[in-house]
Structure formats: C-alpha cells, structure tokens
C-alpha cells in the first residue's frame, strides 16, 4: 500500500557531494518522522538523520555540519544532501518514515530498498 523509493546514491570522491531524494506513495494520509539511516558491511543499521512534519531535525554526530535533511511535505519526499563526504561514510542508505495510511488512520513504520553510496579516497 506504501512505498518509499530511494534515489541519488553512487560513487564519489572523497570531499565530494551526493543528494539523496526518497519518494513516499501510496494510499498516504500523513507522515510523520521521516529519516535516514546507514549500513555499512559487518555494521548494525545506525540513524543519520531525522526531521519531524514541523521540521525539527536530528543527526549523529558523525554527520553534523556535513549533512543536512530536508522534506517536501507536499510531495512527501525526504531529501539528505551529503557535503565533505568522508570513506567512513560508504553505506547503504534507507530512507525510513512513519506512515498513517488512509485506511486504518494509524501510523506504521517504513523503509525503502536502500541505495548505495560509496565514497573513494
């Protein structure tokens, strides 16, 4: 019924810059938080970002003043625009939100396919 679709990974150089962009649809009647998370291989999932519908944002501390996240209500899309990218940030990133479909009105957490980014040294 929902589907968060990710996009914008790819290769980079250190120091480089990516855009990622994650599309919610769907039978959508709201959503919530809308985040990012990251795994890097032999790794746990970690959170890299966080923004509320009213945009308050979070972000671990190993990506504070590099990344930002942002959102198009309207579009119900997430973005995380990563600058001075480091080899330590090479993950996969998912794109997770809290969904309130229209059918039963009540929230449920999602995550998208994850896409891959990879950063050279």
């Known amino acids: 019924q929902v589907q968060l679709v990710e996009s914008g990974g790819g290769l980079v150089q250190a120091g480089g810059s990516l855009r990622l962009s994650c599309a919610a649809s769907g039978n959508i009647f709201s959503i919530n938080v809308m985040a990012w998370y990251r795994q890097a291989p032999g790794t746990q999932r970690e959170l890299v970002a966080t923004m509320t519908t009213g945009g308050s944002t979070n972000y671990a501390d190993s990506v504070k003043n590099r990344f930002t996240i942002s959102r198009d209500n309207a579009k119900n899309t997430v973005y995380l625009q990563m600058n001075s990218l480091k080899p330590e940030d090479t993950a996969v990133y998912y794109c997770?939100?809290?969904?309130?479909?229209?059918?039963?009105?009540?929230?449920?957490?999602?995550w998208g396919q994850g896409t891959q980014v990879t950063v050279s040294s």
């Open positions: 997770n939100a809290d969904i309130v479909i229209v059918t039963t009105k009540r929230p449920w957490n999602y």
